[in-house]
């Protein structure tokens, strides 16, 4: 994949019919992915289940089926770079090195959350780690991760942020303004579009000018990387160079992974939108399933060792759970703490 | 005036039971069957039936010209309902959550509320836009505000804001017919609340407040579902040989004052209860009008205002619920002010 031309580019497999991603990553960091993306499902899944039994309230949005697209961005990241994430977030949050028992806590509204009870699901968050947090804002996060490039090119660091967002968001303001801004600057951002075909109910055939949103690269004089979501090697691979790019103090980017929300949009989604076939069709390009399959073709993952590392994520999950129900509950005393620094 | 809730609507009229948003997807149907003019845009509204339901089925009823799902796009969506009501149209534009108002500040503060008298009287702007407001929903603080203060700071927008199913109804009508535009606010927890809604056509007047319950010990001037409360507050002050009054204050641009005075000039005490951020905002409003009206002279004790916490609405339920007042606040605040009655 070349960086200029086109604006929309589709990420070819290397010569030797694997993704670069293999040359680049060891063993064990591909497990690492591996385990990041079943650990998000694993999440997920047992959030949903404490939600319908009544131990976290409110809604949530879960990404179950996304899982590739937020590992594999993340995976060019380190501790000094940023991301902003949606209100589909909790894969970002995983990826970005979140803990999931603060996660747990904050779902159950615990002091040990990471938002100490206060933001619930939507607004994960964990400056430390260069989490600047999900949004409850369709784009919110666009502009902010804008920001956050500047400050570190002001400041002379070599951070890169990724700004996630969905397909919805692409018709928001903040998008166009954001990555106007970016461009002119040279700004090191990745703009990552989680295009899983729908804002809520509107499918982007109904919502969007464009098919690929990243054609919408070229009126910021950008480039705009289409992927297959899907799968992680061709997401990590679009996001390594773009990172690069970015690092080397080239400007931004734009990706749209293609992928797809299996799950309906919240809680409260009876999925009059689209068909079962529809749902199916694409349960079928399972990421997770298809990166076992990739990893065993390749002769990098024995049957042992997946099992072994979806064993550790039941573990880490049960423990996580634990550890929120046992965090204490904020004191009504505290409402107002946190409004103002002083 | 009536004086229970249930005793307002005729007894002669086809009178069913409805839920709030049945009330208000009734309204908008019949202004539709009786003028061409009037359509819906919003997110989601078409065949998702909208965040809430309100609008339901309409799409099926009425077709996609007229049930138009629009993009994300809140600015642009507000400011296309600007244009088309300029233009000869009604539309009736509906915000998935009034929180997402903030992003279309700017054609509802600059050009729907201002175009007619910057204009000279040329042109009016005939719109109404509807928003699901209100904490309770465990939807944290992007999604659960009260902003219905901040529009009802703007002169050339009407707001109002209607606590039962008959009103919502009715008030969404008299707001279809405005010929200027009218912002309704709709609480969350009100939508499947039932109520007796007469059939057909008919009208609640914009300005006007009603009085819930007579009193002479009191006055309670609540909105929305501080009306709720406050009725059920009053409910148990009579037991303990304490009656008040409670003023339902629907509209609050313009606001009825002439009721609030003449109830106060009969209690000489007032309680405000309101669930928006209590410093500058309804209550204040109320409490001026007292101050500088002739009911001044007939106060026997300080107001009391009782609104929602100076803080972002947070996630943890029980903080939630400490935000904004409940029942037994309202009940405490009175047994208080009425505790060393002469
Ligand atoms: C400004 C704004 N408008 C509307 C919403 C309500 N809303 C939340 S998520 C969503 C759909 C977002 O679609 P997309 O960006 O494609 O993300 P996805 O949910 O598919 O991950 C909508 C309409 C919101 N939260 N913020
Ligand atoms: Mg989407």
Known sequence: MSISGSPVQTVAPQFDNRPRIYGRLSKPQLHDALRKMILIRRFEESAEEAYMRGLIHGTMHLSIGQEASAVGSCLPLDDRDYITSTHRGHGHCIAKGAEVNRMFAEFFGKEDGYCKGRGGSMHIADPTRGNLGANGIVGGGIPIAVGAALAAKKQGRDSVVIAFFGDGANNEGAFHEGLNMASIWKLPVIFVCENNNYGMSTSTERSTAVRDVATRAAAYAMPGVVVDGNRLADVADASFEAVERARRGLGPTLIENKTYRIRGHSRSDRNRYRTKEEIASWQARDPILQLEAELTEFGLLTSDEANALRASVETEIAEAIEFAKTSPSPHVENLTRDVYSN | ?342
């Open chain 2, 1 to 342: 005036m009536s004086t229970a809730i249930e005793a307002e609507t005729a007894p002669d009229a086809g009178v069913r039971e409805l839920s709030y948003a049945q009330a208000l997807q009734e309204a908008m149907a019949i202004a539709m069957e009786a003028d061409s003019r009037v359509f819906l845009m919003g997110e989601d509204i078409g065949v998702y039936g909208g965040a809430f339901q309100v609008t339901g089925d309409l799409v099926h009823r009425f077709g996609e010209d007229r049930v138009m799902d629009t993009p994300i796009s809140e600015l642009g969506g507000a400011g296309v309902a600007v244009g088309a009501a300029m233009a000869g149209m009604r539309p009736i534009y509906e915000f998935q959550f009034s929180d997402f108002a903030t992003l279309a500040m700017e054609q509802i503060v600059n050009q729907a509320a201002k175009i007619r008298y910057m204009l000279g009287g040329s042109v009016s702007v005939p719109l109404v836009m509807r928003f699901p407001a209100g904490s309770g929903t465990g939807a944290a603080a992007q999604h659960s505000q009260s902003l219905e203060a901040w529009l009802a700071h703007v002169p050339g927008l009407k707001v109002v804001q209607p606590s039962t199913p008959h009103d919502a109804k009715g008030l969404l009508l008299a707001a279809i017919e405005d010929p200027d535009p009218v912002m309704i606010f709709e609480h969350k927890l009100l939508y499947k609340m039932k109520g007796p809604v007469p059939e057909g056509h008919y009208t609640v007047p914009i300005g006007k407040a009603e009085i819930r319950r007579p009193g002479r010990d009191v006055t309670i001037v609540a909105n929305a579902i501080m009306v709720h409360r406050a009725l059920e507050a009053a409910e148990r002050l009579a037991a303990r040989g304490i009656e008040a009054e409670v003023i339902d204050l629907r509209s609050l641009r313009p606001i009825d004052t002439a009721t609030i005075i003449d109830s106060v000039k009969r209690t000489s005490r007032l309680i405000c209860v309101y669930e928006g951020v209590k410093t500058l905002g309804i209550g204040a409003e109320i409490s001026a009008t007292i101050a500088e009206s002739d009911a001044f002279d007939y106060l026997d004790c300080p107001i009391v205002r009782l609104g929602g916490a100076e803080c972002p609405l947070p996630y943890n339920p029980e903080l939630e619920k400490a935000a904004v007042p409940q029942t037994d606040t309202i009940f405490a605040a009175v047994s208080d002010m009425l505790a060393n009655r002469i």
